[in-house]
């Protein structure tokens, strides 16, 4: 089992970056396929990035395509999500999340999630 921690959400202006990270528990990290998803007000959650559990691939949707950069360090446990040129259809609450499988692009692919971050973009 691995329980995830989300940090690094923020207030930002639109162009601006934030770099959010997801710090999990346990010796088995890099057993683990990580993925970010978000949830806008009044949507359903939706699929950001994924990372294999290695980080020799990675995933995006394609509006965060050439904007957002998904990264892992195992040795530290945490996966991380860089944001530039972020937009207000960016703002969102952003969750890590974890499966002990292949790299899942859907939700209901990931066994455990994080609290969630805010992520909020001024126009």
């Known amino acids: 089992q691995v329980q995830l921690v989300e940090s690094g959400g923020g207030l930002v202006q639109a162009g601006g970056s934030l770099r959010l990270s997801c710090a999990a528990s346990g010796r088995t990290f890099s057993s683990y396929s990580m993925g970010w998803f978000r949830q806008a007000p009044g949507k359903e959650r939706e699929f950001v990035a994924a990372i294999s559990r290695i980080g020799g691939s990675t995933y995006y949707t394609d509006s965060v395509k050439g904007r957002f950069t998904i990264s892992r360090d195992n040795a530290k446990n945490t996966v991380y999500l860089q944001m530039n040129s972020l937009k207000p259809e960016d703002t969102a609450v952003y969750y890590c999340?974890?499966?002990?499988?292949?790299?899942?692009?859907?939700?209901?692919?990931?066994?455990?999630w994080g609290q969630g971050t805010q992520v909020t973009v001024s126009s």
């Open positions: 999340a974890a499966v002990n499988r292949r790299t899942g692009l859907e939700a209901d692919e990931y066994d455990y």
